[in-house]
């Protein structure tokens, strides 16, 4: 996590004494913003029927909206129940996807429909109080991944109340107005209770994952070190600067002191430490030791893979999410919300590994292209496997019984890599052969996919158990609807969207960049596209498929070489 200035102690403990510049005033002037509401903003007048009534009042005058919707709005205006509010807030829902709303219209519906969740958890509707708390609980996950501490604690504290509320139902309390500050005050104390028990949970995670690395294999060996200089791990540091004299106590200041002294010696301990690492292919010796020849040709199980039989490999360190997640948007600014899904796999996980994920999407949406830039950005061996007509169960591996012999493909790229993690893409699994005559792909792949068994996997080729729970599985399709079930079930679906007419420039760039690899060219001899030739392609991109674009550049850089100048 990168330091940021909300992240101090002193930033967090301003919040906790003023909370205005991110919850607003609280003089119930004016209604709040959504993102202020989120922070414990208060109500216009400190009424919740009253904040009701002034944002939906506008809404009877704008135009284009369906009568019954209109009809509503005066409804949930003349009686404010939780019942005439929830109809609101599905039509306004549903008005928001139509197509050829007025713009103001569409603006206003957005603002109004999205703040009518806390008018409903105010008049005591238990499920819309449980709706808040788990969208303020994850929006307290994403500020600690990007170092604003101050805003964390301030959900956090919001998150505890909406939670005691949707315990017990007031809709037969009688709504009292008020402020709403006083009340969010007292979870002051229990959101640090919940700070202090993370620090515990904190402690007790490393046990475990230090544990489970005895289990898997990689106590007691010293990894070879990478050929490349690691990652930052995904670690959270707390940024503790120093405080000018007079602005804390004496005890607030050998506070500071003793938790920067515990840090501190934490990143000493995880400095000196051995870097994690796992020992894929266990000894084969029980294999027929290989003869010279077969040594130097490498044709016997034994010969191919003794140089990491009983090896502790290393595991690549995982990144920070949040640089993850910012350098992935600015490659692939349409994907982000998939990129943030991603990236809550590395929050402080000790090596790179992420869940078997299934990137759903149109053709052209650049699925196979993010699973390359996230392995390359992971710094992960990247194996791209054409499931598309695979009629077989060769993903595995092929027993010497038979003529030929080989290892899973998974394994294959361990031994290339010289590292325990990997990333396997599996492309186009929607398309692969349903026919089981000789094995099909859907049935082979479920143990690897399910990180329990693949600890333990049976390798008939080199007929032993071998440990692939740190290879990451990608996969791509274009249709849920060819992917068998068993398959669904253990791949995590996140849908790609297809690229939009405002990412025209960063795409652009990235496929002036891709050609220049191909033809092995530098900027100099190709530069990237000038303001014209970007207007040129945007009169006839906007927006879809990432192929016709790319051919529409390539078009443009051909013009370029048709009308240079022959000297």
């Keep these: 996590m990168p330091k940021h200035d909300a992240s101090s102690a002193a930033a967090v403990r301003a919040a906790i004494l003023d909370p205005r510049p991110f919850a607003g005033p609280r003089d119930g002037q004016d209604t709040r913003t959504r993102v202020q509401l989120l922070y414990g903003g208060g109500m216009y007048g400190h009424d919740a029927v009253a904040d009701l009534r002034a944002r939906l009042q506008p809404l009877l005058g704008a135009s284009g909206l369906r009568d019954r919707t209109y009809t509503a709005i005066a409804a949930a205006i003349e009686e404010a129940t939780v019942g005439r509010i929830s109809t609101v807030e599905r039509m306004l829902a549903s008005e928001a996807l139509r197509v050829g709303l007025p713009t103001p219209t569409l603006a206003l519906v957005r603002d109004v429909g999205g703040v009518l969740v806390f008018h409903l958890a105010e008049l005591g509707c238990e499920l819309a109080s449980a709706r808040l708390a788990a969208e303020l609980l994850s929006m307290a996950v994403m500020q600690v991944r990007a170092a604003m501490l101050d805003r964390a604690f301030l959900a956090i504290r919001h998150a505890l109340l909406r939670a005691e509320d949707a315990q017990a139902t007031f809709r037969d309390v009688p709504y009292v107005p008020g402020p709403s500050y006083p009340r969010l005050e007292t979870f002051d104390v229990e959101a640090a209770a919940w700070v202090q028990a993370w620090t515990t949970i904190g402690s007790a995670i490393r046990m475990v994952e230090d544990e489970d690395a005895i289990l898997r294999g990689g106590a007691g060996q010293q990894a070879a070190p990478l050929a490349e200089p690691l990652l930052q791990d995904g670690d959270l540091l707390l940024d503790l600067p120093d405080v000018p004299a007079g602005e804390l106590s004496a005890e607030e200041i050998m506070a500071v002191g003793r938790a920067r002294r515990i840090l501190d010696e934490g990143a000493a301990r995880r400095a000196a430490a051995a870097p994690p690492s796992l020992v894929v292919v266990p000894s084969l010796d029980h294999l027929p030791a290989p003869s010279k020849v077969a040594q130097d040709r490498r044709d016997t199980p034994r010969a191919e ?158 007929e032993c158990p ?85 051919r529409l550049v390539e078009t443009v850089l051909a013009g370029r070489e048709s009308l240079a100048p022959r000297h």
């Design 305 to 462: 893979y003794d140089a990491i039989a009983a090896k502790a490999l290393p595991l690549r360190p995982a990144p920070d999410p949040q640089a993850f997640v910012e350098a992935g948007a600015a490659r692939f600014p349409w994907a982000r919300e998939i990129l943030e899904a991603i990236a809550q796999d590395l929050v402080g996980a000790r090596f790179a590994w992420l869940r078997p994920t299934l990137l759903l999407g149109a053709p052209g949406s650049g699925k196979t292209a993010l699973a390359r830039w996230i392995a390359a950005y992971l710094g992960l061996d990247f194996t791209l496997y054409g499931v598309g007509g695979s009629s077989d169960a060769s993903f595995t591996s092929t027993s010497r019984q038979w003529s030929t012999g080989r290892a899973s493909v998974p394994l294959q790229a361990i031994r290339r890599a010289g590292c325990a993690t990997v990333v396997i893409c599996l492309d186009e699994i929607e398309k692969a052969s349903h026919d089981r005559r000789n094995g099909a792909f859907a049935d082979a792949a479920l143990g690897y996919l399910e990180r329990s068994s693949a600890s333990a996997l049976f390798d008939s080729y080199l």
């Design 466 to 550: 071998v440990n692939l729970s740190a290879v990451t599985f990608l996969a791509t399709a274009n249709e849920r609807s060819g992917v068998p079930g068993p398959l669904l079930d253990r791949l995590r679906t996140l849908r790609v969207p297809l690229p939009r007419a405002v990412d025209l420039p960063v795409i652009a760039a990235a496929i002036v960049a891709e050609v220049r690899e191909e033809r092995g060219l530098s900027a100099d001899w190709l530069p990237d596209l000038s303001p014209e030739e970007t207007a040129l392609v945007a009169r006839h991109f906007r927006g879809g498929s990432l192929r016709p674009l790319r």
